[in-house]
C-alpha cells in the first residue's frame, strides 16, 4: 500500500501544513516555471563569468600546448589530475544517494537524489574536460580507444590502469546519465501536462510519451531498483580504478594498497561536502526548505562525519605502513609530505579532512545551516589539497635526488580549475531552470507516511503511544522549517 | 447509445484510488488503465499484472557484456598481437577484469534501458497517450472503457461512492497533443 503508517519515532522528511500533491508540485515547479529571481541571475552571472575564463584558458592550451602549464620533466601530473580526481570524487555523493540509499531504502533521498545525480554528470563533465586537456593533442583522444588502426593494429594496452580509467570513466557518465534521466521521465511529463505552447512542444519531445499508466509505473520502479544494483559496484570500481591509476606505479606515495578503499571513502567525503555546498543555497534560494529538511543537512553532516573518519583513518594507516615497510624512498615520501616544502599543503589537507569535520559530532554544528555550508566548504578545499599532496608532493622527490625540483603553477592552470568551478555551476543553475531540482514523483510517494502532517494527525487522533509522541515533538526542535509555537498545542 | 469513449474517475488520495479499484472489480467492470502521478506499490497484484521481466533482460544484456568485454580483450592482447611485456604471459586474466565488470555494467544499463524505452513504446518526440492532465500532477485516475461497460450512471456511483472527487466522461479517448 502507499499509506502504511511509518513509526512517529522517524523524523519527518517533509514539513509545513496543508501540503498536497498539488503543493509539491507548485513548490517544486517555481523556479522551471517563473522567471529567475535575482539571487538566481547573479549567480548564474558570477558562474558565467567564470565559465568563460574557462573557454578562454582551454582554448589556449589547445593552441599553444601543455607548455602553458606548470608541468617540468619530473613533475608530469599536476594541476590537471589534482582537478580530475576532485570532480570525479564530487560526481560520487551523486550516485551513492540515488543508488546506495534506494537499496537501502532510505527515504531521505528522495528530495535530494535528482539535484545530487544531476551535481553528478556536470562534475564527470568537468573532470572529463582534464582528461581529454592533459593529453596534450586532444584531437587525438580517440586513440585510448581499441579502434582498428594504421599500425596493423596494434591495440591498446589492456594491462594498462589508464585504459581501465577511460572505460571505468566513459561507463560511468554514460550510466549516471541514463539513471538521471530515466527518474527524470515522470517528472517532464508533469511539467509538459502543465505548459501550453512551444514549452509544452519541448517537453513534450523530452517526456518520451511518459503517460504514468501502471505499466509505465511498474516498469519504471524495476528499471530504477536494476540501474542502483548495477551503479553501486560500479560507483565503488570508478574510484577504485581511479586509485589504481596511482596504486599501480612503483612511485613511493602512490604504490600502496589501501589506496581503493581510501580513495572511494574520500570521493564520498568531497562529494557529499559538494552537495551541501550546492543544497543549503538551493534550499534557501527556491524555498525548498519543507521538502529539503534540517533531517537530511543533518543525515548528510553525519556522513561527511564517517567517511572523514575512514580518510583520517587511511593517511594515519599510511604513515604507519610507510615507516613499517623499512623502505627509505617510501619513508622518506612520507616525511617530505609532512615537514617537506610542500608541508603546508599536507597540513591544510589533514585540517581540512580529518580535524574539522569532526566538529560535527556536537549537535549544535551538525544541525546548523552556517556552520554546515562553511564546513562543506572547508571539506572541499581539503580534499582538493589531499590529491596535489598525493600528486605533487610524491612526483616531485623520488628516486633520484638530481632530478628533484619544485611545482610552480602558472596563470593558466589556475585559471583552468577556477574556470572549470564556473562551467560546473553555470550548468547546474541552468539545470536548476529547466529541470525540476527534486523528485517530485518519489516526494510524492512518501508525503502519506513520512511528513510532519501525517504524523501530527497520528498523534492527534491518539493513535500513538503519548511518549512516543513526546520523542517525536522533540525531536522537530532541530529544524528551521518546523516553528516551535504553533507545536505548543497538539 | 452516446458517444462517451472512457470514464474517468478522478482520486486525490491512492487510498481512495485503490478502494475504487476494489468496488469496481467487486461489481465485475472491467479497468482499463489507471493513471497515477507517483508508483502506488501493491497495484499491479490487484489489477493482475504480471512482474515487468525487465530483469531478466537486464541480466541477459549484462552477461552479454561480459562476453563481449573478456573476448575482445583476449583477441586483441593474446590472439591477434600478443606482447612480450617484461616476459609476463599474454594472457593475464586479473587484468581483465576491470574492462569486463565496466562493459557488463553499461551493457546491462543501457540494454535495459532500451527495453524499457521499447516495451512502454518510449522516443524522443512520441505524442503522449494522456487521457487526463492532471494525473501527473496530483489526481490520481481510473480509467473505464464506456464501449466494454456500457452503464456510466452505476460507474460514477461506484466510483464517487469510493471517493471519486470528480468523474469524466471523455468523448475522446487522449487529450490532444496537437
Redesign the interface.
Given at each position: 500500500m502507499s499509506a502504511h503508517n511509518e513509526s512517529i519515532l522517524r523524523e519527518p522528511l517533509i514539513t509545513g501544513e496543508n501540503i498536497t500533491y498539488s503543493k509539491i508540485t507548485n513548490d517544486v515547479l517555481v523556479p522551471v516555471e517563473n522567471k529567475p529571481n535575482k539571487a538566481w541571475w547573479i549567480g548564474f552571472g558570477i558562474a558565467v563569468a567564470f565559465a568563460l575564463t574557462w573557454v578562454v584558458t582551454i582554448s589556449y592550451t589547445f593552441w599553444v600546448g601543455l607548455g602553458t602549464w606548470g608541468l617540468n620533466k619530473t613533475v608530469g601530473w599536476a594541476w590537471d589530475i589534482t582537478g580530475f580526481v576532485w570532480w570525479v570524487g564530487i560526481g560520487h555523493a551523486g550516485t551513492l544517494i540515488s543508488a546506495v540509499l534506494l537499496l537501502f531504502r532510505q527515504n531521505w533521498r528522495n528530495s535530494i537524489n535528482r539535484s545530487a545525480e544531476a551535481m553528478t554528470i556536470f562534475a564527470v563533465i568537468c573532470a572529463a574536460t582534464y582528461i581529454f586537456a592533459h593529453m596534450g593533442r586532444p584531437w587525438l583522444a580517440y586513440w585510448v580507444f581499441p579502434l582498428p588502426n594504421q599500425f596493423g593494429s596494434l591495440w591498446v594496452n589492456f594491462n594498462s590502469p589508464l585504459v581501465w580509467d577511460v572505460f571505468a570513466i566513459s561507463t560511468y557518465f554514460s550510466v549516471s546519465l541514463v539513471f538521471w534521466y530515466t527518474g527524470l521521465l515522470p517528472d517532464i511529463a508533469t511539467i509538459r501536462d502543465r505548459a501550453t505552447g512551444a514549452r509544452r512542444r519541448i517537453y513534450s519531445i523530452l517526456s518520451f510519451g511518459w503517460a504514468g499508466s501502471v505499466k509505465n509505473w511498474q516498469r519504471f520502479e524495476a528499471v530504477s531498483l536494476i540501474l542502483a544494483g548495477v551503479s553501486t559496484p560500479l560507483v565503488l570500481s570508478v574510484h577504485t580504478i581511479v586509485s589504481f591509476d596511482f596504486a599501480t606505479s612503483l612511485e613511493p606515495g602512490w604504490h600502496t594498497t589501501i589506496f581503493p578503499p581510501y580513495f572511494v571513502a574520500g570521493a564520498i567525503f568531497s562529494g557529499f561536502a559538494m552537495v551541501q555546498t550546492l543544497l543549503l543555497i538551493a534550499r534557501k534560494v527556491m524555498k525548498w526548505e519543507n521538502y529539503i529538511t534540517m533531517f537530511h543537512i543533518e543525515s548528510m553532516n553525519k556522513v561527511i562525519i564517517v567517511t572523514g573518519s575512514i580518510v583520517g583513518v587511511a593517511y594515519l594507516t599510511e604513515l604507519f605502513i610507510a615507516w613499517y615497510s623499512g623502505v627509505e624512498y617510501e619513508q622518506y615520501a612520507f616525511l617530505n609530505r609532512i615537514s617537506g616544502p610542500y608541508w603546508w599543503a599536507y597540513w591544510s589537507m589533514m585540517t581540512c579532512n580529518v580535524i574539522s569535520p569532526q566538529l560535527f559530532w556536537f549537535k549544535k554544528i551538525r544541525t546548523s545551516i552556517w556552520a554546515s555550508w562553511v564546513l562543506s566548504i572547508v571539506v572541499n578545499i581539503g580534499m582538493w589539497f589531499e590529491r596535489f599532496v598525493i600528486i605533487v608532493t610524491s612526483l616531485h622527490r623520488d628516486f633520484i635526488p638530481s632530478s628533484w625540483v619544485m611545482f610552480y603553477p602558472t596563470v593558466v592552470d589556475v585559471l583552468l580549475f577556477v574556470g572549470s568551478i564556473g562551467v560546473f555551476f553555470t550548468l547546474f543553475l541552468l539545470f536548476l531552470r529547466v529541470l525540476p531540482g527534486i523528485a517530485m514523483a518519489e516526494v510524492k510517494l512518501i508525503l502519506k507516511s513520512s511528513s510532519d502532517q501525517a504524523k501530527q494527525k497520528l498523534i492527534r487522533e491518539g493513535k500513538v503511544d503519548p511518549e512516543q509522541a513526546e520523542f517525536y515533538k522533540n525531536s522537530l526542535e532541530k529544524y528551521d522549517s518546523v516553528s516551535k509555537t504553533e507545536y505548543a498545542n497538539i | 447509445m452516446s458517444n462517451v469513449k472512457y470514464i474517468l474517475g478522478h482520486f486525490?488520495?491512492?487510498?481512495d484510488l485503490?478502494h475504487g479499484i476494489e468496488k469496481l472489480q467487486e461489481n465485475n467492470v472491467g479497468i482499463y488503465?489507471?493513471?497515477?502521478?507517483?508508483?502506488?506499490?501493491?497495484?499491479?497484484e490487484k489489477?493482475g499484472?504480471k512482474r515487468?521481466r525487465?530483469?531478466i533482460a537486464?541480466f541477459c544484456f549484462?552477461l552479454t557484456g561480459t562476453i563481449t568485454a573478456f573476448s575482445?580483450?583476449y583477441y586483441?592482447?593474446v590472439y591477434?598481437?600478443p606482447?612480450n611485456?617484461g616476459g609476463k604471459p599474454a594472457f593475464?586474466m586479473p587484468?581483465?577484469v576491470?574492462?569486463t565488470?565496466?562493459?557488463t555494467?553499461?551493457f546491462?544499463?543501457?540494454g535495459?534501458?532500451f527495453t524499457?524505452?521499447y516495451?512502454?513504446?518510449?522516443?524522443?518526440?512520441?505524442?503522449?497517450?494522456?487521457?487526463d492532465?492532471?494525473?501527473?500532477?496530483?489526481r490520481f485516475i481510473i480509467a473505464v472503457d464506456a464501449k466494454a461497460n456500457p452503464y456510466p450512471d452505476k460507474i460514477e456511483n461506484l466510483l464517487k461512492d469510493a471517493g471519486a472527487v470528480e468523474v469524466k466522461h471523455n468523448e475522446r479517448k487522449y487529450v490532444s497533443?496537437e
Open positions: - | 486525490e488520495d491512492p487510498d485503490m488503465d489507471v493513471y497515477t502521478p507517483m508508483p502506488i506499490h501493491g497495484i499491479e489489477l499484472y515487468s525487465l530483469p537486464a549484462g575482445m580483450i586483441m592482447l591477434d598481437w606482447m611485456i593475464a587484468n581483465f576491470p574492462i565488470f565496466e562493459l555494467v553499461l546491462a544499463a543501457y535495459m534501458m524499457f524505452f516495451a512502454n513504446h518510449f522516443f524522443p518526440g512520441r505524442a503522449p497517450r494522456v487521457m492532465l492532471r494525473a501527473t500532477d496530483d497533443y
